[in-house]
């Protein structure tokens, strides 16, 4: 199976910043995209920003110009550099990966969550 590691979110003063990280282990033969999800209090999980193996990046319109995705294929390892935050960007993080397991099956891993609080 695939594990996800996600790096600590925190707090942050209105427009500072914060990158996180989310890196895959386990029995991984590809990755096929890596992605970026929240869900702020009272509110639904939502896409924030995802990429493909091939760095193809996708932004929801909300962080269009304030937040960038990125991946080091070679860790497996997928960044959100979140810049000029702001206290409607409080939720909690979730990475998703999704690719091929070494045994031939697809997977679609999600990380536990971490939170990320801007304060006004």
């Known amino acids: 199976q695939v594990q996800l590691e996600e790096s600590r979110g925190g707090l942050v003063q209105a427009g500072g910043s914060l990158r996180l990280s989310c890196a895959a282990s386990?029995?991984?033969?590809?990755?096929?995209?890596m992605g970026w999800y929240r869900r702020a209090p009272g509110k639904q999980r939502e896409l924030v920003a995802s990429i493909t193996s091939g760095g193809s990046a996708n932004y929801v319109d909300f962080v269009k110009g304030r937040f960038t995705i990125s991946t080091d294929n070679a860790k497996n390892t997928a960044y959100l550099q979140m810049n000029s935050l702001q206290p409607e960007d409080t939720a909690v993080y979730y990475c998703?990966?999704?690719?091929?397991?070494?045994?031939?099956?697809?997977?679609?891993?999600w990380g536990q969550g971490t939170q990320v609080t801007v304060s006004s």
């Open positions: 998703r990966v999704r690719g091929v397991l070494q045994v031939g099956r697809q997977y679609d891993s």
């Open positions: 386990g029995s991984i033969f590809s990755i096929n995209d």
